[in-house]
């Protein structure tokens, strides 16, 4: 799927991160290095993405809403039940991730802009590359690296296993499953999962939301071309409806209650 080049922050609509030390801690970081805390970075929501500020290297980087390829929400600390409070984004695997932590300055409400910012902004060019034949390529982690994530961030994700969407289907570990074959796909199984489903109520694949990465692009596009099918419509008529339960919820996504090892 090719992203365009030139596209550009466009308008500042908060910043997120930043922290104002008192005068004097200031005065102390400059005489004793060593005491500096670790660096962060500093995010600005802007109309179509972020820019994120780097302080240890210095520079700055704007990661378009439609070049972000990987969302993650996962918990912190010892948080096991309820909504994700962290998320992390990049635009492929060759990248670092940037996190989105509850401190980063109303954390929740920006979760849920990058959410919305990537269904709106990359959505509808990925649902034009299905259309055209092409495959997309989706990422999930175990749930041991789900869980690694709680202590040590999205670093800690580790290796991914594959999902290829196309028009024909989804393909998961070298199995096919055809377009055909998909009746339903249900949001927020009882235990957090993502699940298809045949005609006859069998169910045909499932994955833990939070193991899945940009699970609310996926959920739309599988939906679109569900429906797409069922009624024998061109996917290109039926536009990708954007709404899904993270990003209504500021980004909440499992909001089952149940454990996060649970799947």
């Given at each position: 799927?090719l ?84 998320l ?14 509850d ?93 298809l ?37 061109p ?18 996504g499992?909001?089952?209650?149940r ?5």
């Open positions: 799927m992203v365009p080049t030139d596209l550009v922050p466009g308008r500042l609509l908060s910043r997120h991160g930043r922290t104002r030390a008192p005068r004097l801690l200031g005065v102390i970081r400059s005489l004793l290095p060593w005491m500096a805390t670790k660096p962060k970075i500093a995010l600005d929501l802007h109309e179509h993405g972020i820019v994120a500020h780097h302080a240890a290297a210095r520079k700055s980087v704007f990661v378009p809403f439609m070049a972000m390829a990987d969302l993650c929400l996962y918990r912190t600390d010892r948080r096991l039940f309820g909504p994700a409070n962290a992390a984004f990049r635009r492929d695997p060759c990248e670092a991730w940037i996190d989105v932590l401190d980063d300055g109303d954390g929740v409400r920006l979760r849920g802009e990058i959410i919305g910012g990537q269904l709106r902004e990359r959505g509808p060019l990925a649902l034009r590359s299905l259309e055209t034949g092409e495959v997309l390529t989706f990422h999930a982690i175990s749930d041991a690296g789900r869980l690694a994530a709680r202590a040590q961030g999205a670093a800690a994700f580790g290796k991914t296993t594959e999902l290829q969407l196309s028009r024909e289907g989804l393909d998961v570990d070298g199995q096919r499953i055809a377009i055909e074959e998909i009746a339903k796909l249900d949001e927020g199984g009882p235990d957090g999962s993502l699940r489903f045949d005609a006859h109520g069998y169910m045909l694949w499932s994955v833990h939301t939070l193991s899945l990465f940009s699970a609310d692009l996926f959920v739309v596009l599988m939906r679109t071309m569900i429906e797409a099918h069922q009624y024998g419509l996917q290109k008529n039926r536009p990708p409806e954007i709404h899904t339960r993270a990003a209504d919820t500021g980004g909440a499992d909001v089952t209650g454990e996060d090892g649970e799947s």
